[in-house]
C-alpha cells in the first residue's frame, strides 16, 4: 500500500506539486465517487419534466441515449487528459499544460473560472433541487401545503451547511463512506424499475409507438417546431460533472489508473441504466396531461399512480439520498478545484484557500469557502427567480466549455516543441481511435451549448428567458478583462510549489519521477 502511495506522490512530483492529501481513496472509493457524482436516478428525478414537457416522452427516450453516446465521447477524452494530469487542478491543471508558456497564464484564468463557476453552480442548483425533492414527497402526502420560496431556500441552506460539515471530516472518513453511494445510486434505480414494471398493469402500458416513435414526439414548447422541441430534451442527459473525480485524483490510490477508469466506467453505467430508467418510466407514465401532476414532480407522480403513496415515498426516499450524495460529493470536488485555483494564486487571497489543514488533511478553507459561496444563488431566489435561474443554467455550457478547451489543446499544439504531453495509462493512442472521441465531442459540446442558450418556452419573456449564453459568456468578458487589468500581476498560471520545501531530496525525487512518466510514455506510444 505504501509503496503505491509512494508511486503516485512521485507523478505528482514531476508535475510540480508537493504530496499534500492522504491517499485515502480506493478503487471502489472511486467507481462510487464517479457513480455519485452522475446522479443516475437523482437527475432524471430532477431533470425529467424538460424533456417530457418540451418535446414529450419520445424526445426523454431518444435524447438520452444520443446524449449518452456523445457524452461518451467526452467522458473518454477526459479520463485520457486526467490519466496524464492527475491532479485536483484537474482539467484547469491539464489546460494550462497543453499549451504553450506564452499561453498559459491566460489559458489557464479562463478555463479555472469557467470550471469553478460551473461546479459552483452545478452544487447549487442540486441542492436547490434536493430541497424541492423533498417538499415535493411533503406536498404529495399534505394536499393543503403551501410551498414558499423561503421554504425552499431555507432547506437549500441547511442542506448545503451539513454537507458542508461532511466534507470537513478527515479523507479516510470520506472515502469510507463513499464506497457505499454506488450500491444505494444503482440499488435504487433498478429496485424503482422492477417495482415500476410489477404494480403497472400490461393493458395499461404505452404502446412502442409511444415510447420511441412518432405518437410520442408532442410539441409543446408553443413556438419552436418540433425539431427544437425534440433536441430541447438534451438538457437532460448533458447536466452532470465528468471530471469531479479528477479533481479528487491526489486522494486516490494509483490515481492515474483508477480516476480515468472510474470516469469511463460510471460514463458507461449510468447512459445504460439511465436509458432503461427513462423507457420504463415513459412505459408506465400514465395520460400525459396529468403530468407532472400536484407534486410538480412527473416522476414522482408517475411512481404514486403506479406503486401508491407509500410505496412512491419509500423509495423517493432513496432518489432523495442519491441526490445528497450528488451534493456530497459535488462539494467536495468544487472545494478541491477552489484550493488548486488558490494554490496557483489564481483568486485575490493570496494562496488563502490553497491550505490544506493539519488535523483533517483536506482543505477546510475551501471547503467553507465554496458552501458559502453556493448558497449565494439560491438566496437570490427569494429577490428574484429569474435571477437564480439564470445562474443555475450557467452550469451545464461553462462546464462543458471548460471541458473542450484542454480537449482542443491537446491536438492543436500536439507538435508544439514547447508542449510536451505525456499520455498517462489510459491512453486512446494518436490514431483515428482518439482523434474520433477528440472530435466528435468538441462538435457535440458546441451543438448543445447552441440548444442551452435557447428559449424554452413561448412568447419569451423576461420570467422565461435563457441567459445561460450571456452569463457565461460575461463571465468570459468579465474574467479576460479582470486579468488584463489587475490578476496578471498575481496569477502567471499553474505552477509549482515544490519551491516551498525545495531540498536537493526533492530535486532527485522530481528528476527520477520525471524520467519514469517519460519512459512511461514511452512504452504506451509503443503498445
Known sequence: MSSIAEDDDHKLVALGYKPSFKREFSNLATISFAFSIMGLCSSIATTFNTPLLLGGPASVTWCWILGSCMCFTLGSSIAEIVSAFPTCGGLYTASAQLCPPSHRAVVGWVVGWLNILGQVAGLSSTEFGLANMIWAAVSITTPNFVLTP?????????????????????????????????????????????????????????????????????????????????????????????????????????????????????????????????????????????????????????????M????????????????????????????????????????????????????????????????????????????????ANAIFALTAMALDLSYIIPIFLRRLHANHPEVNFIPGPFYMGPGLLGWAANVTCISWTLFVCVIFSLPIAFPVTPENMNYASVITVGVIVLSGIWYILSAHRHYHGPKSNLESTHTPDDEKTYDSAHDKTEEDAGSNEVA
Not at 214 to 220: A, D, F, T
Not at 346 to 355: H, N, Q, T, V
Request: glycine share 10%.
Open 150 to 306: 423561503g421554504k425552499t431556500v431555507g432547506l437549500f441552506a441547511g442542506l448545503l451547511v451539513v454537507h458542508g460539515l461532511l466534507n470537513s471530516l478527515a479523507t479516510r472518513h470520506l472515502a469510507f463512506a463513499t464506497k457505499g453511494f454506488v450500491f444505494v445510486n444503482l440499488g435504487a434505480t433498478i429496485v424503482i424499475i422492477i417495482v415500476l414494471l410489477a404494480t403497472t398493469p400490461r393493458s395499461e402500458m404505452h404502446p412502442p409507438s409511444y415510447v420511441f416513435g412518432g405518437e410520442g414526439l408532442v410539441n409543446q414548447t408553443g413556438g419552436w417546431n418540433s425539431g427544437i422541441a425534440f433536441l430541447l430534451g438534451l438538457l437532460s442527459v448533458q447536466w452532470t460533472d465528468y471530471d469531479a473525480t479528477a479533481h479528487i485524483s491526489e486522494e486516490v490510490r494509483r490515481a492515474a489508473y483508477a480516476a480515468p477508469t472510474a470516469i469511463f466506467i460510471a460514463v458507461i453505467g449510468t447512459g445504460l441504466l439511465g436509458w432503461l430508467l427513462n423507457i420504463v418510466l415513459i412505459l408506465c407514465s400514465g395520460p400525459l396531461a396529468n403530468l407532472p401532476g400536484p407534486s410538480g414532480s412527473a416522476f414522482l407522480t408517475i411512481m404514486a399512480l403506479r
Open 308 to 387: 401508491g403513496i407509500p410505496a412512491a415515498l419509500f423509495l423517493w426516499s432513496f432518489v432523495c439520498l442519491t441526490a445528497f450524495f450528488v451534493c456530497q460529493t459535488a462539494l467536495q470536488a468544487c472545494s478541491r478545484t477552489v484550493y488548486a485555483f488558490s494554490r496557483d494564486h489564481g483568486l485575490p487571497d493570496r494562496g488563502y484557500f490553497g491550505e490544506v489543514s493539519r488535523s483533517t488533511s483536506t482543505p477546510l478553507r475551501a471547503i467553507w469557502f465554496t458552501t458559502i459561496l453556493s448558497i449565494l444563488p439560491g438566496l437570490l431566489d427569494l429577490a428574484s427567480p429569474v435571477a
